[in-house]
Structures are given as structure tokens and as C-alpha cells.
């Protein structure tokens, strides 16, 4: 088994773990810094809209030497609007200009064609209007709504309306730090931006859930039981599901990636950027929500119930004596050990040397009353 795969199995039987739940004050706030971030960001520099949602004209012109800046400068000078030059593939150009009418398009086709070199026809013009962006927005927050109350009605339903709440409040997080991030780069939104966010809701909530159901079955009779508290059992669901989580959005951020900083970075294809940077920013903020938010969320609100409360008043007792009886019995012990090495210390016995004495001095007597005797006869 890998090293990874060995530590996994650890996190899941308990044997070592990362107090998640225990640091949420040090998670909120860091994630209160990243959306106020955002949403200044949002705030001063705006989201910069493509023409499906302002209106205006999209020039394609084909192979050139041409430099995208001369062509920005030459499509600027004749609408009199911003532009945008995106390189593409295949050394040609697409070229955005925004609130342009029929004739301003017409004049910025033909001063493109001529700073080519090129007929009027080889540069390709699309002109939209602003009513259809007006309709695909209209539509994508119509869906937005409906998927947030279906989320909120099922995990409701399938788990309790505490962890509803909180995969509720991790979804708007990760929705504001996408569109804060769009407005901090300048990336331009497109109606494959808006496919990009509504795909990353599913993928925001498919670790939430997994965590949400291990927390489930862990917290089954926990009111019967007085050896971990609420906070505790969480933080032992998360860290069960924490590789796996983490394997899952490693795998699925590769291959965005690729669309990302290869496909629209490297090699020039812009249009990859609309939406690769909303699934890579959702998937990533989707995976550390659900770790360091909904999890811990969760948590805070269910210890506010009387029953949980009076479950950590009986945790603590219990811990309180069991502490109690390790001390007492630590002290038993070092009493013990005491009188043991007293009785190593003690003298011997001197009962034998006292009679070794005694008979040495009854010998002596007999010697000396011989003596004596000897003296006299003398």
C-alpha cells in the first residue's frame, strides 16, 4: 500500500487525525478575507461582460503577420469603442468590440481588411444583440434559484436542515470567490462562463455531501454514548474522507488545468479560458469549502442543541473523572514504589552476630578461669 493509501486508512480507523472542527475560528476567518476580496474586487473592477451579454461585433480575420496590437488600434479608431484581440491558433485573430452598430461594424470590418491586406469578405463579422444576452442571463440565474431551493429541500430531507443550511452557505462561498476571481483577472464572461459556474455547483457539494453522510452514520444514538462530543465525531468524518476528497479534486483540477494555463495560455486558444477558470476556481474553492467550512459550520450549529450540550456536559464529567481516577491511581503507584525501595534500604537482621558474640565471650571466660586456676597451683 502506498504511503498515501497508509495514511488514509489511519485517518479513517481515528488513529491520527487534524483537529478541523477544534480551528474553525481560523478558517472563517480566512475565508471572510477571501470574500471580502472578491467582492471588492467585484465591487471596483466589474465583471467584463462579452458582447452575447452588451452587444456589439466579433471580427475573425484569417492567417496574418498582423500584431494583435495594431489590430486593437486600427479597430478602435474606426467604431470608437473599446476592443478586444484575442490570438487564436491558428495565427488569425479575434477581434470584440462592444456596442456597435450596423454601420460602425461595417466600418471597422472594412478598416480591418484593409490594415490586412485583405477583401472585406475574408474578415468574418458576427453581430449580437444585447436582448440575447439579456435572455441567457434571465435564464441562468432562473436556474441558479431552482437548483439552490432543490439542494436545500433534499439534503433537508436526507440529512436535517442544519447541514442544508451549511452546504447552502459553502455554495454562495464558492459562487462569490469564481466571480470575484473573474473580476480580479479581467476575464471576459461568456455564456461558457455561466455553463462553467452552474457545472461547478454539482462539484462544490459532491464532497460536502460524502462528508455529510459519513457524519451521518457516525452520529447515529450519539446521545447514548459519553466518549466524544459532536465537534469531536466531526472532525473524525472529515478526517476519514480527507484523502479522498483530496484525490478527487486532484483529479479533476488536472485536466481543467490543461484547458487553463495550456490550451487557453500556451497555445493561445482565449476561448477555453471562459470556462476553465470557473470550473478551476470552483473546483478548488468547492473542495477547501467543504473541508473548512461546511464541515465545521455544521458542527457550530448542531452544538448549539440542548441535547448536544448536555451530551458534552456529560463528556467533560467523564473525562474529569477518569482523569481523577489516572491520578489516583498514579499516586497509588509512586506509594507503592516508595515502600518498595524502603524495604530495599532496611539493615539485615543482627540477631546471629549477637549470638557469634556471646559465644566468643564465653570462651574467653573458660580461657581466662583456667588461666587462673593455673595461677594459683603456681
Not at 467585484?42 to 495594431?70: C, Q
Not at 495565427?91 to 456596442?99: D, M
Not at 444576452?133 to 432562473?142: C, F, L, R, S
Not at 497509588?332 to 539493615?347: F, G, H, K, L, T
Request: charged content about 20%.
Amino acid at each position: 500500500m502506498s504511503r498515501l493509501g497508509t495514511l488514509g486508512a489511519r485517518l479513517y480507523r481515528g488513529e491520527v487525525g487534524y483537529d478541523f472542527v477544534g480551528k474553525r475560528k481560523i478558517w472563517y476567518g480566512i475565508s471572510i478575507l477571501i470574500t471580502i476580496t472578491a467582492i471588492l474586487g467585484l465591487a471596483v473592477r466589474g465583471l467584463n461582460m462579452g458582447i452575447e451579454f452588451s452587444g456589439g461585433a466579433v471580427f475573425t480575420t484569417p492567417t496574418t503577420s498582423v500584431s494583435a496590437e495594431d489590430a486593437r488600434r486600427t479597430a478602435q479608431d474606426a467604431s470608437g469603442h473599446t476592443a478586444i484581440v484575442q490570438k487564436l491558433g491558428n495565427h488569425s485573430l479575434r477581434v470584440q468590440v462592444s456596442e456597435l452598430t450596423t454601420d460602425q461594424s461595417r466600418k471597422t470590418q472594412e478598416a480591418l481588411a484593409k490594415k490586412l491586406d485583405v477583401s472585406t469578405d475574408k474578415v468574418n463579422t458576427d453581430i449580437v444583440g444585447p436582448s440575447w444576452g439579456d435572455e441567457i442571463a434571465n435564464k441562468a440565474w432562473t436556474g441558479l434559484g431552482v437548483f439552490m431551493i432543490l439542494v436545500v429541500i433534499y439534503l433537508a430531507i436526507a440529512f436535517e436542515w442544519r447541514m442544508a443550511l451549511a452546504a447552502l452557505i459553502a455554495l454562495i462561498h464558492d459562487l462569490t470567490i469564481t466571480v470575484g476571481v473573474y473580476a480580479l483577472v479581467g476575464f471576459e464572461v461568456t455564456p461558457g462562463t455561466v455553463i462553467g459556474l452552474l457545472t461547478i455547483l454539482g462539484y462544490s457539494l459532491y464532497d460536502t455531501v460524502v462528508v455529510f453522510d459519513g457524519l451521518k452514520e457516525s452520529s447515529k444514538d450519539i446521545t447514548k454514548q459519553t466518549r466524544f462530543t459532536y465537534s469531536e465525531i466531526a472532525n473524525r468524518s472529515l478526517n476519514g474522507t480527507l484523502v479522498r476528497s483530496i484525490n478527487t479534486t486532484v483529479v479533476a483540477l488536472l485536466p481543467v488545468a490543461g484547458l487553463l494555463f495550456i490550451g487557453g495560455g500556451f497555445l493561445g486558444a482565449g476561448m477555453l479560458n471562459d470556462i476553465s477558470l470557473a470550473l478551476f476556481v470552483g473546483l478548488a474553492a468547492g473542495a477547501y469549502s467543504s473541508i473548512f467550512i461546511a464541515t465545521p459550520l455544521v458542527a457550530d450549529l448542531k452544538e448549539r442543541d440542548p441535547q448536544m450540550k448536555a451530551l458534552a456536559k456529560r463528556v467533560r464529567a467523564r473525562r474529569a473523572a477518569d482523569a481523577a481516577k489516572a491520578e489516583q491511581g498514579a499516586v497509588q503507584d509512586e506509594a507503592a514504589e516508595s515502600a518498595e525501595a524502603d524495604e530495599d534500604d532496611e539493615p539485615q537482621d543482627a540477631s546471629p552476630a549477637g549470638v557469634v558474640g556471646q559465644r566468643d565471650r564465653s570462651a574467653g571466660r573458660g580461657r581466662g578461669g583456667r588461666g587462673r586456676t593455673s595461677g594459683k597451683r603456681r
